[in-house]
């Protein structure tokens, strides 16, 4: 399998979630990470990116990588 194709991403994250786990891209090229997700599904996007607006209202800390905000 192609490691750079999301559907072999997507069944490592089906395999994790039923282990009660979750998966995230620590490392890829950022055309990848353009194409696939760097994180599963967040369960509350608006409550974390509302932390972290609170945590860093400049938006410096790590743009883009944890809520595309």
Known sequence: PDPAEPAFLAEL??????????LALGR????????IPTWDPLPAP??????????????ILSPGRLLRV
């Not at 089906?14 to 979750?22: D, E, H, K, T, W």
């Not at 890829?28 to 194409?35: I, Q, V």
């Not at 608006?46 to 938006?59: I, S, Y």
């Open 46 to 59: 608006e409550l974390m990116a509302r932390v972290k607006g609170t945590l860093d209202p400049d938006g």
């Open 13 to 22: 994250r089906r395999r994790a979630r039923a282990a009660g786990g979750s």
């Open 28 to 35: 890829a090229p950022a055309d990848l990470k353009d194409r």
